[in-house]
């Protein structure tokens, strides 16, 4: 399993960065995780729009998912047309990506793409790749995704507060992608529904990952600051997440 990240930031792309978005390759087969804000030129960097296989929202905010609008744009616009993309996603996700081509656009996006609403506790396969879902809390419905290929296992927060369902998402991962929004604690209108780099590091030993990866961080705040928070409760291998980073898996 081949996994690239296109964007690190949480909230709004910074100078030189992306939002979420992450894609996966396996025996020919593209799937994206997430495609926020800024995501879709760095995707594009790396395949064609007819190439992705399939895209894997994790919930509406748009720093999640407001580039899926453009990979769209980019399969039905010219002519002859790709073939329908394959959208995974909250039901929420359609009408707020599709809200963005006026009124009639969440219709027009079920319609025209490959439409498969979906929630938690569910198992997907899309080529080689075997999906989980799990809810976790956010301000609003969120999905974790836990993906494995290849004998390989990586699992995916999405944005998420405290739950014992991190830890059931990322039990005995090879690696876990991990929103750390805060260093030190959230503020306590965010403590329910974000993480710190510092409960990051404590889900990771808790599920005993082989590696930790920490993204989704606050704009313009100092990286490595986070990392030293992670490890002072995961002893393990701790990446920060960059745009272009590639990894082969495990």
């Known amino acids: ?35 926020g804000f800024a995501t879709l030129p760095r995707l594009l960097e790396r395949c064609r729009a007819e190439d992705v296989s399939a895209v ?3 919930h509406a905010h748009a720093d999640h998912c407001v580039d899926l609008f453009g990979l769209f744009r980019a399969r ?44 938690p506790d569910e198992t997907l396969t899309v080529g080689p790749f075997r999906v989980r879902t799990f809810a976790l809390p956010h301000f609003i419905a969120d999905l974790g995704f ?19 369902a991190v830890v059931e998402l990322a039990k005995r991962a090879d690696l876990f992608v991990c929103e750390a929004m805060y260093q ?41 600051a986070s990392r030293a928070e992670a490890m002072r409760e995961f002893p393990g291998e701790i990446l920060l997440a960059e745009e272009g980073l590639s990894l082969t898996l495990p």
Do not use: N, Q
Not at 149 to 157: F, I, K, M, R, S
Not at 190 to 218: C, I, N
């Open 184 to 224: 030190g604690a959230p503020p306590a209108s965010a403590e329910r529904f974000l993480l710190s780099a510092t409960k990051a590091g404590a889900y990771a030993r808790e599920a005993g990952v082989s590696r930790l990866m920490l993204t989704h961080f606050w704009p313009g705040d100092p990286r490595p």
């Open 76 to 119: 039905v616009l010219p002519e002859p047309r790709s073939a329908p993309l394959a959208i995974y996603a909250l039901p929420e996700v359609f009408d707020r990506v599709g809200a963005l081509d006026g009124p009639e656009g969440p219709a027009r996006l079920r319609r025209e793409c490959d439409a498969h609403p979906i929630g």
């Open 1 to 35: 399993m081949r996994f690239t990240v296109l964007g690190t930031s949480g909230a709004w792309p910074a100078a030189s960065r992306a939002c979420s978005g992450y894609l996966l390759e396996s025996g020919g087969t593209r799937l994206v995780l997430d495609l």
């Open 146 to 164: 836990r993906v494995e290929a290849d004998g390989v296992v990586l699992a995916y927060t999405g944005d998420t507060g405290p739950s014992p």
């Open 56 to 58: 894997m929202v994790s």
